[in-house]
């Protein structure tokens, strides 16, 4: 039930581009992106609902892939700022508390000079 | 300023000693929820409540209780911790099913 990210951890050049992806077993209602900073709370994103939509923040993109169970944060001309792990967080297409998230594990990025 | 508020930071306390983390939020949020932050296991949710009075188990309530009186607190209750509560836990909030949501900044409990 646990959404999958990939990959585990990614070290960039500052200016490189980067993918994260994160897969669920089950339907999806909606996929919420956050960043945390060591010792710092996890600080949102965006949040990407079934239908496909996709979304930006400043150079910090993402799409929803509901056939696929996916979402994909694209983060472009990455920023020594970028640095952090990045969390899905997933809420499964039923009824009730939808508004309760499944999270990933992570995904640690270092952006480095 | 829009924020949640969690006390204390770190705490330090022994096995069994009742003990209450507070959650505070200045935004009319309807959802407050609490989570757990556990090295490879990722953030694992405690309670969570829709609104005043209406509270409900996460994925691992065991050994915790909550409450909500009023809106904006949501404080987090230890009866009897112990060492495997040793985590660091965050509350955070909601306004509605659209919005993503606003974390505290934590707080670091070490059980002895």
């Known amino acids: 039930q646990q959404p999958v990210q990939s990959p585990q951890a990614v070290i960039l050049r500052e200016g490189e581009d980067a993918v994260i992806n994160c897969s669920s077993s089950k339907a999806l209602y909606s996929v919420h992106w956050y960043r945390q900073k060591h010792g710092e709370a996890p600080v949102f994103l965006m949040i990407l609902l079934k239908g496909g939509e996709q979304k930006g923040h400043e150079k910090i993109s993402a799409s929803f892939n509901e056939k696929k169970q996916q979402s994909s944060l694209y983060l472009t001309a990455s920023q020594l700022s970028y640095s952090g792990t990045y969390f899905c967080?997933?809420?499964?297409?039923?009824?009730?508390?939808?508004?309760?998230?499944?999270w990933g594990l992570g995904t640690s990025l270092a952006v480095n000079p | 300023e829009a924020q949640v508020t969690q006390n204390p930071r770190y705490l330090i306390t022994v096995t069994g000693k009742k003990l209450t983390v507070t959650c505070s939020q200045n935004m009319n949020h309807e959802y407050m929820s609490w989570y757990r932050q556990d090295p490879g296991l990722g953030l694992r949710q405690i309670y969570y409540?829709?609104?005043?009075?209406?509270?409900d188990k996460g994925d691992v309530p065991e050994g915790y209780k909550v409450s909500r009186k009023e809106k904006r607190n949501f404080p987090l209750i230890l009866e009897s911790p112990s060492p495997n509560q040793t985590s660091l836990y965050f509350c955070?909030?909601?306004?509605?099913?659209?919005?993503?949501?606003?974390f505290g900044s934590g707080t670091r409990l070490t059980v002895v």
């Open positions: 967080g997933t809420a499964l297409n039923n009824a009730g508390n939808n508004r309760k998230l499944i």
């Open positions: 409540s829709m609104n005043v009075e209406v509270t």
């Open positions: 955070a909030s909601s306004y509605g099913r659209w919005h993503g949501y606003t």
